[in-house]
């Protein structure tokens, strides 16, 4: 792997751009690997890249039904923040949080990872009485997060309509200062750069129709479109879809799919200076550094895959958006996409062993999982590499929803579901 | 927007009158406080969630308020067909793709 710097474009401003290698190879599949990881999307990605730096594992396969990062990875909002209510997860998304300042700089590969602050709107006393236990439940796991009044809240981002005769007035926010937004497409690249300068095997166009296991339950390899590919430790960590794959080895999953979308409009002149949030009108914005808007809208009812989803979803996403930043209200949206979310009854996320030997699951992030991508791989390789989980994931199991012990997100995630 | 039969009204009906309730034909036990661990997280949490054909409730909140039941492709979002609550699960589906 060359190492991108200022004097590898000055070389290359030399001589036409004509040394540039390849990012990562595309080499074929080998009979047998140490591990398979299912899905390359930053989650998966980034285990592989743990395995190998941190874990000294580089004999892995990271297997793609498509293409590299063209699931939810490439799907979602980017905001990245950690300010979730419970003690689990504030340790595990602000693992990721760390991870993130640093994280360009680990993989010579620029994430764009933006701290621009992510704030919270509250709109009435309910909101006031959560966002204010979530900011101090926060500072308590050494969080940042504070309470801002709206004329506070206004001066962070000055396009926000703070106007009183508003349908749901701002009446105050919270803001945390180190979250923000990165360039997904740029994570995925990093790590399957990373990984693959490494020696880890990242196949695409390579879908995995089933899981192979032993008389003894044990896995030992999946097979595939381009035939059988052997391991004796198989990590999923297929998103919308990991719920098909563990079925292959015949684990029911607590998990259900849903399309939740997104849109862009036109691109604009800087005038969204953070990220901002609301649950009760339900909407979250920011802006891309090309300039577009970047809105996130919320899940149809139904389980689907069919990475799209109902134009009145985004409607009612719009309506609220506009009644946020009433400026707004005649940009015009370029694109809008669907992606398919793993939904868990508890909405945390499940990074666990399972019950059939070398099977590993990393799923159930919901509507909200590409802030933890450098958290989740690192663990997630952990517990891959030990047989063992991290003890920031080891609440994470596959086995809370039979002994109950959930990690009950689902009102205090911080956002709406 | 999905276009939604409801087998009680008899009509085709726009998606906002509905309320999905979620996977169909899962049966609560008559003595709830009675079923094991395993039993429980079986009723209560797990999910078939298949890429294909689900059977699952849906409710004409604004219309009718009852409960049914739908078969559909959960790929392409087709609605196969739609039966009231309390019929069991069809055996044969009308021009199902599968």
């Known amino acids: ?417 | 927007m999905l276009l939604i039969r409801c087998p009680y009204c008899e009509e085709e009906r726009p998606e906002l009158e509905f309320r999905n309730a979620g996977e169909a034909h899962i049966a609560r036990s008559a003595n709830i406080a009675g079923e094991s661990d395993d039993d429980f997280e079986k009723f209560f949490f797990i999910r078939s969630n298949p890429k294909g054909i689900i059977y699952e409730r849906w409710r004409h909140m604004h219309g009718c308020a009852r409960f049914f039941n739908a078969v559909r492709d959960t790929v392409t979002d087709k609605f196969i067909m739609t039966y009231k609550a309390g019929e069991p699960k069809p055996a044969k589906l009308p021009g199902a793709s599968k």
């Open chain 1, 1 to 417: 792997m060359k190492k991108y710097s200022v004097f590898a474009i000055a070389r290359e401003a030399m001589r036409g751009h004509k040394g540039w290698e390849a990012q990562w190879s595309s080499p074929e599949p080998k009979k047998e690997y140490d591990v398979i990881i299912v899905g390359a999307g930053g989650h998966g990605l980034a285990t592989a890249y743990y395995l190998a730096t941190v874990h000294g594992i580089t004999n892995v396969a990271v297997l793609e039904k498509s293409w590299l990062g063209g699931g939810n990875t490439g799907r979602n909002t980017t905001i990245i923040r950690s300010n979730y209510l419970y003690d689990e997860s504030a340790g595990i998304y602000d693992h990721a949080l760390k991870l993130w300042d640093g994280l360009s700089q680990e993989l010579n590969y620029n994430v764009m990872y933006s701290p621009r602050g992510v704030m919270m709107l509250a709109h009435n006393v309910h909101d006031i009485q959560v966002l204010k236990r979530h900011v101090h439940a926060n500072r308590l796991n050494g969080i940042d997060n504070e309470w801002l009044t709206p004329e506070a809240a206004k001066e962070f981002c000055p396009p926000l309509n703070i106007s009183r005769d508003a349908r749901y007035p701002v009446v105050g926010a919270a803001l945390q200062r180190r979250g923000g937004t990165a360039r997904h497409d740029a994570v995925a690249w990093g790590y399957a750069r990373g990984a693959s300068a490494r020696g880890v095997h990242i196949i695409q166009n390579c879908e995995v129709t089933g899981v192979k296991r032993a008389p003894n339950g044990a896995v030992t390899g999946v097979e595939t479109t381009r035939g059988f590919i052997g391991a004796k430790k198989v990590g999923v960590v297929a998103a919308g879809h990991s719920s098909v794959i563990m079925n292959m080895a015949g684990v029911r999953m607590p998990l259900e799919s849903y399309p939740l979308q997104a849109l862009v409009s036109e691109p604009v002149k800087p005038v969204v200076p953070c990220v901002v949030m609301s649950n009760t009108v339900h909407a979250y914005i920011s802006q891309s550094d090309k300039g577009e808007l970047v809105i996130g809208a919320g899940t149809d009812q139904y389980v689907s895959y069919s990475q799209t989803g109902g134009l009145h979803i985004l409607q009612h996403t719009l309506d609220a958006i506009c009644e946020m930043f009433p400026i707004f209200t005649r940009m015009k949206m370029l694109r809008s996409w669907g992606g398919i979310v793993d939904v868990t009854p508890d909405r945390s996320p499940i990074l666990a062993k399972t019950p059939v030997p070398g099977l590993y699951v990393n799923c159930g992030w919901g509507t909200g999982g590409f802030k933890a991508t450098p958290g989740s791989g690192h663990v997630f390789a952990h517990t891959i590499a030990r047989d063992d989980p991290h003890p920031i994931n080891a609440p994470f199991t596959i086995d809370r929803f039979r002994t109950g012990r959930l990690i009950d997100e689902a009102a205090a995630a911080a956002v709406a579901h």
